[in-house]
């Protein structure tokens, strides 16, 4: 999504898609290019806005059996000619089963069924929608998705598929979801036009607006939005959140379920709203927040549109904590193909013997700035301001933590290249605000998640649906 430039500098350190581009990453220590040294290490999802599919995959989590399913050759809905099949309905079952590592009774998933299948009518919406407007999401776009969740749960090539093969999982049920939300990305940024443009201004006023709230209480929440469009799914909604909160209370990770069924734009983010006032939620949510404990699992609360399922993460006072600033600058050598830990080609070697001498042998942020310059300027060498306690993945909150201004780091290897990053200056301070890129991505998923809302409801009021699953 285009962004002014200081945004957008500011945006791109929300890291591995700027520094590591995404994948895992490992600090290697010393010479040559095979063996352990090339080999990345597997590190937590980063919360992005407007990102790619987020919820990662079990690889031996139990499942239904299919003797246990209905028919699954009957229809449940049609959505303007388009069949909605219960085998669809169970297919995404298993998915959930198999993302959690839980096991559903049959009774669970029958409760969990016709909310799936709205999600399933709105999935169709939004794939008529992409459709309509032109909008491909080729098969190399799902193949780098797929690629991207067996990265992060340190899957080998083609095990998803086996995984979900083994559990009775059509692949095509993760292809078609992982489709719909990536294009749906596209959608929503058409949607959003210039609106998409975080300016200066726009940050600029919310720091202020928070500066002036210091002292005041601040929640990081996550949220599992379930829609009701008509009273009549009023029911069906509730029922399905007293599921989703059984299963959460049960050990299924909320990253996971969130991404797999909240409505919320957040979903792609694991349902991460990030650090949040209280003016910012429904009242009856804020309410109960403030009530409790980090980790809790709340009851679902009626809000506006539908129903919502909280967990808090952290509580603080807006300004009352330090933070420290990191001032740093990154060259970046790309691999000119992904890289195979057990056999780097040529290319990817000298890559890593560039990245040792430069971080060998560079004394300041200039040289590095230099460096990333002679190769092209593939990655911004300045990210802009970096709060270091935000930073994720934690490996690289660790290495910057302890890294003196002026030392480059080693090495650090990810699946399309390597980086290498030293720090300028830090100073600790007790702003109020937090770093720019986070507002921004704030600013962002706040008029994506309204636009998404609207384009959503004006396409369920112009479709004709039918549902034979009641």
């Known amino acids: ?153 340190n899957m080998a090539p083609g095990a998803l598929r086996n995984s979900l093969t083994g559990q009775g999982v059509a692949m095509r049920t993760l292809v078609d979801q992982l489709r719909v939300q990536l294009g749906w990305v596209r959608v929503i940024r058409e949607e959003l036009g210039q609106a998409a443009d975080v300016s200066d201004r726009d940050i600029n006023d919310r720091i202020a607006r928070l500066k002036a709230e210091v002292g005041q209480p601040q929640y990081r929440v996550s949220e599992i939005f379930i829609p009701v469009d008509q009273p009549t799914q009023d029911a069906d909604a509730q029922r399905f959140a007293e599921a989703v909160i059984t299963q959460l209370r049960s050990g299924a990770p909320f990253p996971i379920v969130a991404a797999q069924f909240s409505s919320g734009q957040t979903a792609l983010q694991g349902g991460d709203l990030g650090w949040v006032r209280p003016d910012q939620l429904d009242a009856s949510v804020a309410a109960l927040v403030a009530q409790m404990p980090a980790g809790a699992i709340s009851n679902a609360q009626k809000v506006a549109g539908g129903y919502a399922v909280v967990t808090v993460r952290g509580k603080r006072e807006l300004g009352r904590e330090t933070a420290t600033v990191l001032h740093v600058r990154q060259a970046y050598f790309a691999f000119a193909s992904t890289l195979v830990p057990s056999a780097p080609t040529p290319q990817q070697q000298d890559m890593l013997a560039k990245a040792q001498a430069l971080s060998k042998n560079a004394k300041s942020c200039d040289e590095v700035e230099a460096a990333n310059a002679a190769m092209g300027n593939q990655r911004p060498s300045d990210p802009g301001e970096v709060q270091l306690e935000a930073l994720n993945p934690p490996q690289l909150r660790a290495i910057l933590g302890e890294l003196p201004a002026g030392k480059a780091t080693g090495p650090l290897v990810a699946p399309d290249g390597i980086a290498v990053i030293m720090v300028c200056s830090r100073e600790v301070s007790n702003d109020a605000a937090p770093p720019k890129a986070e507002l921004a991505n704030q600013i962002i998923n706040e008029r994506a998640e309204l636009a998404s809302r609207q384009l959503l409801d004006d396409l369920r009021r112009r479709a004709v649906i039918q549902r034979r699953d009641s």
């Not at 992005?48 to 139990?62: D, H, T």
Request: hydrophobic fraction near 40%; glycine fraction near 8%; proline fraction near 8%.
């Open 1 to 153: 999504m285009p962004r002014t430039t200081s945004t957008r500098h500011a945006a791109m350190l929300l890291l591995a898609g700027c520094l590591l581009g995404g994948g895992a990453m490992a600090q290697t220590s010393g010479p040559g290019g095979a063996g352990p040294n090339m080999a990345p290490h597997p590190t937590a999802p980063t919360a992005r806005a407007l990102a790619g599919p987020r919820a990662p995959i079990s690889s031996a989590a139990p499942t239904l059996k299919k003797a246990e399913l209905p028919s699954l050759n009957s229809i449940v809905a049609v959505v303007d000619g388009s069949v909605i099949s219960r085998e669809d309905v169970q297919n995404r079952v298993r998915l959930f089963t198999l993302s959690t590592g839980l096991r559903l009774s049959p009774e669970m998933a029958d409760r969990l069924s016709p909310q799936i299948t709205k999600s399933l009518i709105d999935e169709k919406l939004q794939l008529q929608e992409l459709q309509r407007r032109k909008i491909v999401i080729g098969d190399a776009d799902i193949a780098n998705a797929i690629k991207d969740i067996e990265r992060r749960n």
